[in-house]
């Protein structure tokens, strides 16, 4: 089976892609393209699944960069391909010939690239790193490469959808003590349940910091098993493990 691969023609004409878990050598509760290394899968069909990728975006597996995502807001500028996968979650490049990629299941994963200055990033979002400015990180570090938000495109990808989405007061509780407005990304559920707008809450930061456009494509992980892997789906299915969706973009 061939790659699927989802675009932004917010970032167009720079080559990037959202990654769903179709066209990958992995099987059984993986089946399909997981690229995830911290899985329990094979290392060798993530190997492969992770050089298809990394042909379909036209670089060598080496310069397809993750990170050891720890949901933080810590970025790091990226000159080459690492030798140890830093512990963050945002990244930053003016390297031609690197693709900056991020890992998820759920979680928001978001591209990013001011083409006019060749700077391009990439961050995992989840409510925490969200929350403690993962988003707002990624644009500083492309700012420090000669980046400005006012020309940075941004594009979420696969993500958890509200409705998909519930949480417990205490997570309401936080947002809200961070910024009262936040709780508008927040409706009511079940009980005490409420219900997040992740691909919301962070369009939102990225706009307030800055950037000119930014868009999500629309797609949950959650709803659709066929296309994309999802940890809270895995979670109520009682499975053991779940594949990582891979997210990157390329100068």
Known sequence: MTLEILTSEALAPLRHGFFTRRGGASSGV?????CGPGSSDLAEAVDINRARAAAALGVAPERLITLHQVHSAEAVTVTGPLPLRPRADAMATATPGLALAVLTADCAPVLLAD???GVAGAAHAGWRGALEGVLEAAVAAMAGLGARPGRIVAAIGPTISQPAYEVGPELFEAFREADPDAVRFFAGGRGDRLQFDLPGYALARLRAAGVAR???????????PARFYSYRRSVHAGEADYGRLLSAIRL
């Open 115 to 117: 083409p006019e200055a």
């Open 30 to 34: 993986f089946a399909g393209l997981n």
């Open 214 to 224: 930014a868009e999500w494509t629309g797609h949950c992980t959650y709803a659709d």
